[in-house]
């Protein structure tokens, strides 16, 4: 029976652990991507990538040139962004705080990428 509550509560206190753990990577990077003259860019790629440990994350804005990247580990990131008839655009250096949306705004240029 010892036995049996010493395994109840080692699975519990395991479970709790992993949702703390998880809780801690809830920071994101949030923007909008646009033109020069303000004009919306639906349909870029955005890449985020820890610059420490070169994990990528990646989303594609929305009809309002929108994106969000969520579920991020605090950190310093770059902000890559592609779009068809654009340059690419880079923003490195950006602080990802914990539990808080990073906003991170991209004006791009007309050009090839």
């Known amino acids: 029976m010892l036995r049996c509550k010493f395994t109840v509560v080692t699975l519990l206190a395991i479970t709790f652990l992993v949702g703390v ?3 801690q990577f809830g920071a994101s990077v949030q923007g909008t991507v646009t033109d020069k003259s ?7 790629t955005v890449t985020v990538t820890d610059q420490a440990t ?7 804005t929305d009809a ?3 994106y ?3 579920e991020l580990p605090p950190g310093k990131y770059r902000v890559d962004v592609s ?8 923003q490195s250096d950006v602080d990802v705080s914990a539990e808080r949306p990073t906003p991170v705004n991209i004006i791009m ?3 090839s990428n």
């Open 68 to 70: 969000r990247i969520n």
């Open 54 to 60: 070169g994990v990528s994350h990646s989303s594609v």
């Open 38 to 44: 303000g004009a919306v860019v639906s349909g870029a």
């Open 83 to 90: 779009a068809a008839s654009f340059e690419k655009s880079a």
């Open 64 to 66: 309002s040139g929108f």
């Open 21 to 23: 753990a998880h809780a």
């Open 109 to 111: 240029k007309t050009g």
